[in-house]
T-cell receptor
Framework: EAGVTQSPTHLIKTRGQQATLRCSPI?????VYWYQQALGLGLQFLLW???????NRGNFPPRFSGRQFPNYSSELNVNALELEDSALYLC?????????FGAGTRLSVL | DAKTTQPPSMDCAEGRAANLPCNHS???????VYWYRQIHSQGPQYIIH???NNETNEMASLIITEDRKSSTLILPHATLRDTAVYYC???????????????FGGGTRVLVKP
């Protein structure tokens, strides 16, 4: 069974640009969580999608947005990139009590 | 979610058991103890979780004290690949029904040495 997959692995952008990160959950999982992990910091919750709807949102500005598609895959969009957006972005899908994480997308903003 | 306290780092000899402590003195009756680990630059990996009984799986054992104010994750035979940051998380389960996310603290940085 394939795990949570994220693409791209690495993404390099410049300030002011937009970034799009993608996530495919484990087959059969309908919930997707997005987290940001800046260097040396813990995971910060970004967004939770379930059954195509945004269910919860962390303390991030509106330029962080996303969506979930009918096949339960998800996109995270970050507009007007800032230097401090450089981080590892992690996606997780859930079954029961357990979140399963992808390998992440490392976003570098220059 | 209850706050957890873990030592910032610990070393372990390869082949020996690694015992990772976690204090959660404010845990409430419906909160579970979860353990995840994160190997450098990878996504966190679920290890084990429990409510009040000791639990064991192919990766580790979880020992929860009778008063549930602390727990210990045991890696029975540590290998070099177990070098990672280990996170103890206390929260209401199941996660989806609680409509909430995981909150990771500082964790314990475990270095397994040959």
């Amino acid at each position: 069974e394939a795990g949570v997959t994220q693409s791209p692995t690495h993404l390099i952008k410049t300030r002011g640009q937009q970034a799009t990160l993608r996530c495919s959950p484990i087959s059969g999982h309908t919930s997707v969580y997005w987290y940001q992990q800046a260097l040396g910091l813990g995971l910060q919750f970004l967004l939770w999608y379930d059954e195509g709807e945004e269910r919860n949102r962390g303390n991030f500005p509106p330029r962080f947005s996303g969506r979930q598609f009918p096949n339960y895959s998800s996109e995270l969009n970050v507009n007007a990139l800032e230097l401090e957006d450089s981080a590892l972005y992690l996606c997780a899908s859930i079954i029961g009590d357990i979140q399963y994480f992808g390998a992440g997308t490392r976003l570098s903003v220059l | 979610d209850a706050k957890t306290t873990q030592p910032p780092s610990m070393d372990c000899a390869e082949g020996r058991a690694a015992n990772l402590p976690c204090n959660h003195s404010t845990i409430s009756g419906n909160e579970y103890v979860y353990w995840y680990r994160q190997i450098h630059s990878q996504g966190p990996q679920y290890i084990i979780h429990g409510l009040k009984n000791n639990e064991t799986n192919e990766m580790a054992s979880l020992i929860i004290t009778e008063d549930r104010k602390s727990s210990t994750l045991i890696l029975p035979h540590a290998t070099l690949r177990d070098t990672a940051v280990y996170y103890c998380i206390v929260r209401v389960g199941p996660i989806k029904a609680a409509g909430n996310k995981l909150t990771f603290g500082g964790g314990t940085r475990v270095l397994v040495k040959p």
